[in-house]
């Protein structure tokens, strides 16, 4: 393999066109001078239909058409929730006993949703019914 003798010179030339390109910025942390965002979810709040068809409406836009077994889910999810405290309060066995199906076809929705920020798990209160998560949205909270 032979290296042409111009080779130093195009690498030289190539070099200095790109040295000579302004860039963005000058400094190479800005990056790094912006605070940080995390995805938190936040429990839901406002009046109970309206909350949770809103709710339902960006569970469905944030799985799409390929999640639309999570959305059903999150619908039955949304069915059974406290209107007031929007407390899911059904177990996945009672809501496969309730739906008339396998319990098997509802494992990884509840999780699916924890994940994406759309359940967020909160402790009851003394003789409140119900499981430990609540409806919630994702939002962006800066450190």
């Known amino acids: 393999m032979t290296i042409p003798a111009d080779f130093s010179a195009e690498m030289e030339q190539a070099y200095s066109a790109s040295a000579r390109t302004p860039t963005a910025s000058s400094d190479p942390f800005d990056a790094l001078y912006e605070p940080p965002e995390v995805i938190a979810p936040l429990p839901l709040t406002g009046n109970g239909v309206a909350a949770i068809r809103d709710w339902l409406v960006r ?38 006993e ?29 003789r409140e019914r119900g499981t430990q998560y609540v409806l919630s949205v994702p939002e962006a909270v800066k450190l």
């Open 59 to 96: 569970v469905e836009r944030h799985f799409g058409g390929q999640g639309m077994a999570t959305c059903h889910y999150a619908a039955l999810l949304g069915y059974w929730a406290n209107l007031r405290t929007f407390r899911v309060e059904i177990s996945d066995r009672k809501l496969s």
């Open 98 to 126: 309730a739906i008339g199906a396998h319990r098997d076809r509802l494992t990884g929705h509840a999780q699916r949703l924890v994940d994406a920020g759309f359940l967020a798990r909160r402790p009851k209160r003394a």
